[in-house]
T-cell receptor, first 115, second 115 residues
């Protein structure tokens, strides 16, 4: 069965620090990869997604992620975080060409940014 | 566009009681998902609908959970009887169709507490 691992449960950073959140998935075939964010009191929102092509994808609010197929990884990065980036971040995966397209999520990483 | 609407936002019941949640997806979205998110974990699929048909309900505890989407628009999820381990946030999501690369749009969720 597919699974997604997020290595960091809680990350605490100061404003302007760089961010990298790890995500690994277990599936040998073609996958679609997503990062979702949940700001306090809000619903899950899509940050960015990868389906094919350039493995470096850019999302909203200055976030980017790199798909490294050989490492089964899809790490999220941001060069300089802001206080408003405080949120919970979820990595998710699904597979094309299957009847069910539901997302498989990691457990999430809570990011706390201090000003 | 209006987002995915869910109600109620919060529900507290005693174990062995029944409860129902409602979801209205984004207009025109054919695919609807119900996820369960237990505290400290990522969302986990319960059931996926394509229009009014079930695509995947393999992880739905069918002895106590049921869901329907009779007219292919809004949907209800029911638990009867509830157990303590059903305490969670129940998320509804929708997407335009069942292409796996379509991002899913999430509602605010219903937080269920079982006493």
């Amino acid at each position: 069965a597919q699974s997604v691992s997020q290595h960091n449960h809680h990350v605490i950073l100061s404003e302007a620090a760089s961010l990298e959140l790890g995500c690994n998935y277990s599936y040998g075939g073609t996958v679609n990869l997503f990062w979702y964010v949940q700001y306090p009191g809000q619903h899950l929102q899509l940050l960015l997604k990868y389906f094919s092509g350039d493995p470096l994808v850019k999302g909203i609010k200055g976030f980017e992620a790199e798909f490294i197929k050989s490492k089964f990884s899809f790490n999220l990065r941001k060069p300089s975080v802001q206080w408003s980036d405080t949120a919970e971040y979820f990595c998710a995966v699904n597979t094309p060409n299957q009847a069910g397209t539901a997302l498989i999520f990691g457990k999430g990483t809570t990011l706390s940014v201090s000003s | 566009e209006a987002g995915v609407a869910q109600s109620p936002r919060y529900k507290i019941i005693e174990k062995r009681q029944s409860v129902a949640f409602w979801c209205n997806p984004i207009s025109g979205h054919a695919t609807l998902y119900w996820y369960q998110q237990i505290l400290g974990q990522g969302p986990k699929l319960l059931i996926q609908f394509q229009n009014n048909g079930v695509v995947d309900d393999s992880q739905l505890p069918k002895d106590r959970f049921s869901a329907e989407r009779l007219k292919g628009v809004d949907s209800t999820l029911k638990i009867q009887p509830a157990k303590l381990e059903d305490s969670a946030v129940y998320l509804c999501a929708s997407s335009p169709n069942w292409d796996s690369n379509q991002p899913q749009h999430f509602g605010d969720g219903t937080r269920l507490s079982i006493l």
